[in-house]
């Protein structure tokens, strides 16, 4: 290998990030380990930087949702490479967010996408999957105490549910103790604000900033 500075390397991570260059990444990572650089800071200072660009390009239209799609699995390739030397207490969490499609909609492209991307960016992510019931996201907010509950409909007969959920969070004395985002082909921002919701997310991006300004 040649040597290179740790700011190259940084660079490298970030760069194959943007590139969606999956060999690239994997390669820069275990650079990163063998020249010294500390995983945490190949994972904030490299690949997340990389993330955020790309989250910059989608916003510009610069990129589409296939680029979105890749850069969030190039971003998983790395962490596999970097996973067994970061120890538990090296990596800041930024908090838990549990993401699902409301009961009788089984279409997941996007909540898939929003889940990758808050992993990508240090969440912790339960993925409840889709055609889930309102009792299922009360018991999961109860139980597994997430910060944040992203909830996702993308069929305009789906809609009500999202305010249902919402409703039984409320009789079981939950809503007060998370935060409810919700997105979807269907939903707008004045929907969001009829059924009590904290914030509409116009799309996967833009969800993953919201959430990261409420837990900073």
């Given at each position: 290998?040649i ?81 067994p030397?970061l ?6 969490r ?8 409301v ?20 969440f ?33 007969i ?19 103790q998370?935060?409810?985002i919700v ?34």
């Amino acid at each position: 290998m040649i040597w290179m500075s740790e700011k190259d390397i940084l660079k490298r991570l970030r760069d194959s990030i943007v590139n969606l260059d999956i060999e690239g990444v994997k390669q820069a990572c275990q650079d990163a380990l063998a020249q010294g650089i500390p995983p945490i800071k190949a994972v904030t200072e490299g690949m997340a930087n990389g993330m955020d660009i790309v989250g910059q390009k989608y916003e510009a239209k610069d990129y589409y949702l296939a680029e979105l799609v890749m850069a969030g699995e190039v971003m998983k390739e790395g962490m596999k490479v970097l996973e067994p030397y970061l120890k538990d207490a090296e990596v800041k969490r930024l908090g838990k967010v549990a993401v699902g499609t409301v009961q009788g909609d089984l279409h997941d492209i996007g909540k898939n996408i929003f889940a990758t991307l808050l992993e990508a960016s240090g969440f912790d992510v339960i993925d409840l999957g889709a055609n889930v019931t309102a009792d299922k996201f009360v018991e999961v907010v109860r139980d597994q105490k997430p910060e944040i509950l992203g909830l996702s409909a993308l069929l305009t007969i789906t809609m009500t549910e999202l305010g249902n959920v919402i409703k039984e969070l409320e009789k079981a004395d939950l809503r007060n103790q998370i935060k409810v985002i919700v997105g979807g082909a269907p939903l707008t921002e004045e929907y969001a604000q009829k059924i009590g919701a904290d914030a509409y997310a116009p799309d996967a991006v833009a969800g993953v900033n919201i959430c990261k300004k409420w837990v900073e």
